[in-house]
């Protein structure tokens, strides 16, 4: 907090109070500066200085296609602090309802569309060898080490055809395209305006046109009926204006989906193992509905689905 002070001494918000306003699954930490009605958001990543500069690129990316991404109004690079729009404190999951999620989940999906229209020059593939390097994170933080299944020859290899076919659906789709690649309730801001704010997409990527729309629609903070996700997921792809058939499209959702969560599964028990977070032990279970949900409806995944049914959740 003194780097944080002394930086602020040499700018604009020397005089601004100070006060925690949140913090994220990576070592970044967020602060409200305010003073006489006006409010920032000071972003630390003193911890994580790596990652700023990718922020400051993809801000421009998303401000360039008139997404609302938070304008950087100071920043120091070297020591890792950047002051931000402050799109106030109600995120998506504050305010979601059984009345409201559909306007509320069109209008996000609104913001893909200008997403996907962003400049993806230089950044990360979402190739293979990612999807299958995101996927490994499930067999060794999750179930090895977290839920401790004892897995035999048999149980690899079941991994590893579904992890292959998972990826070669995936890879069938349309690419190419912006990912934000956290795109949940909780990353989308409402502002005093009521207009969407954008907020943590420095790990964007260049990928398949239904990433962001599974993060979205298959959230793993709350949930909806399969049948209401599904007719929005065709929804989407209608405003896309893209020519695929229900099925086609869906099965693209779906294993678009199964990646993401199936990743997601060794992150959350990689973030209590081994960064203490136990926060995020309580969406274990949602992401594992998914996950079985998704894989007992194709054959290429059944295999994987009766694995994962023996694992108990501590």
Do not use: C
Request: proline fraction near 3%; glycine fraction near 4%; avoid cysteine.
């Amino acid at each position: 907090m003194q780097k944080i002070k002394a930086w602020l001494e040499r700018t604009n918000y020397r005089h601004f109070d100070i006060e925690v306003a949140s913090a994220d699954a990576s070592f970044r930490r967020y602060f409200r500066l305010s003073e006489a009605g006006e409010s920032y958001i000071l972003m630390d990543a003193s911890l994580e200085k790596a990652s700023l500069s990718p922020f400051v690129d993809i801000t421009k990316r998303l401000l360039d296609v008139e997404v609302r991404a938070p304008k950087i109004l100071a920043q120091n690079l070297e020591e890792g602090f950047l002051v931000l729009d402050d799109f106030g404190s109600t995120n998506y999951l504050d305010v979601l309802n059984d009345q409201n999620f559909k306007i509320l989940y069109t209008k996000a999906m609104e913001e893909i569309l200008k997403m996907q229209k962003g400049d993806t020059t230089g950044l990360p593939l979402y190739d293979k060898a990612f999807l299958h390097f995101e996927m490994d994170l499930m067999k060794t933080w999750f179930l090895e080490q977290y839920v401790k299944l004892p897995l035999n020859r048999e149980d690899e290899e079941t991994i590893e055809k579904a992890l292959d076919a998972i990826s070669k659906v995936v890879l069938s789709q349309p690419h190419g395209v912006f990912v934000h690649r956290d795109y949940h309730s909780r990353n989308i801001m409402l502002t005093p305006e009521d207009e969407i704010g954008v907020i943590d997409y420095q790990d964007a990527m260049n990928g398949a046109i239904t990433y962001d729309l599974v993060s979205l629609l298959k959230d793993l903070y709350i949930e909806y009926p399969p049948e209401e996700v599904e007719a929005l997921a065709l929804t989407f792809r209608d405003m896309l204006g893209l020519d695929a058939d229900d099925t086609t499209f869906l099965k693209w959702f779906d294993f678009m989906g199964l990646q993401r969560h199936i990743k997601v599964l060794g992150i959350f028990a990689r973030l209590y193992l081994r960064d203490g977070k136990e926060g995020y032990l309580k969406d274990l279970p949602l992401t594992l509905k998914y996950t079985l949900e998704t894989a007992r409806k194709y054959k290429e995944t059944q295999a994987l689905a009766r694995l994962l049914e023996r694992v108990v959740l501590p």
